[in-house]
């Protein structure tokens, strides 16, 4: 019995000086030894079981992945004094673990020194460039619609020589530069959002704005005159329709004036004296009323019939 609890103890103190003694190193990692206080010269980069002495050695895990590094919005100005805001990322990575850790211990320290190198360059970019270049990628010509095509007809203003991926190259060739004192490599840096300050953004609305309310006015304009050529093309229209019609009745008026005095020629010739009387009727039907007081002389020709009537 007291052979099996010996036996059990030196297995026990067996473990506990193996998982003293050594540790495991993964695909995604790497390892440095710090013994007593100091790192030791060889880092430890390939997986699996690895040694180290108890009570003594301190094992440091770093991470050998590509890890993501994303900027602060900053105020920046540009070559051409247009102050905007810029915000970047990169993609970046520890290739040496030892120089890592002497220069900045861990990643919170190289996330902060990554956001002086990378900060710094992006400023002394930009500042080396038109706003133009930092917005625009190509100088592929804009598609105009028919409304703006007056207020950009002159695109000579819009061209770029180097554009915004050459900009955020040269920012990645300046801080790439920088980086391996501190044990990192910078893969990749992108310009993620950028934006006009406050003050400028106004300006920015208020052309955009006028703009509109010019082209507004100018489609007014254009509504104005279509609509006057309308109303003077309806007019133009009434007025031969008109002029046609009074055309028309006047035709239609003579050849009625024109019936009317061959039917009393024509009864005038068969009856003259008759046609006489009755005409003289008609007149007095238009001319006297009820209350009507006529004074004839005895040769009227109106009398003349009173006369042979009486």
């Known amino acids: 019995m007291r052979g099996l609890i010996a036996i059990a103890l030196v297995v026990v103190v067996a ?7 050594l540790f495991v190193v993964t695909e995604k990692d790497q390892v440095i030894i710090i013994r007593l206080g100091k790192a030791l010269p060889e880092p430890i ?28 919005r900053n105020e920046m100005p540009t070559k051409d004094k247009k102050y905007i805001f810029v915000d970047s990322y990169a993609r970046w990575r520890i290739t040496d673990p030892l120089l890592f850790y002497q220069r900045v211990r861990d990643e919170r320290g190289a996330q902060s020194r990554l956001d002086d190198i990378i900060d ?26 028919g409304e703006l095509a007056e207020l950009v007809s002159d695109q000579s203003e819009f061209q770029i020589q180097y554009g915004r991926d050459h900009i955020a190259e040269e920012i990645l060739r300046k801080a790439a530069a920088i980086t391996p004192e501190y044990g990192i490599e910078l893969a990749d840096v992108r310009l993620k959002r ?13 052309r955009m704005i006028a703009e509109r309310k010019r082209i507004a006015e100018k489609n007014r304009s254009e509504g104005q005159g279509h609509a006057a050529e309308i109303r003077g093309e309806m007019e133009r229209e009434l007025k031969r329709i008109r002029s046609e019609a009074f055309r028309k009745t006047q035709e239609l008026k003579g050849a009625a004036d024109a ?35 006529l004074l004839l002389s005895t040769d009227s020709e109106m009398f003349r019939y009173l006369k042979k009537a009486r």
Not at 15 to 21: F, H, K, R
Not at 50 to 68: G, Q, S, T, Y
Not at 194 to 206: A, C, G, H, M, T
Request: charged fraction near 30%; charge should be negative; glycine fraction near 4%.
């Open 120 to 145: 710094g360059a992006t400023r002394n970019t930009i500042a080396a460039y038109d706003l133009i270049e930092v917005v625009r990628t190509t100088d592929r010509p804009f598609e105009v619609t």
């Open 45 to 72: 980069t390939e997986p699996g079981l690895h040694m180290r002495v108890p009570l003594i050695d301190k094992v440091r895990l770093f991470d050998k992945r590509w890890l993501e590094w994303d900027g602060d």
């Open 259 to 293: 019936e009317a005095a061959a039917i009393y020629a024509n009864a005038y010739s068969k009856d003259a004296e008759l046609y006489a009387f009755l005409r003289t009727l008609e007149t007095w039907e238009k001319t006297l009323g009820e209350d009507t007081q």
């Open 15 to 21: 473990l506990i000086a193996a998982s003293s003694t």
């Open 194 to 206: 950028l934006d006009y300050i406050e003050s400028v953004r106004q300006k920015v609305y208020d």
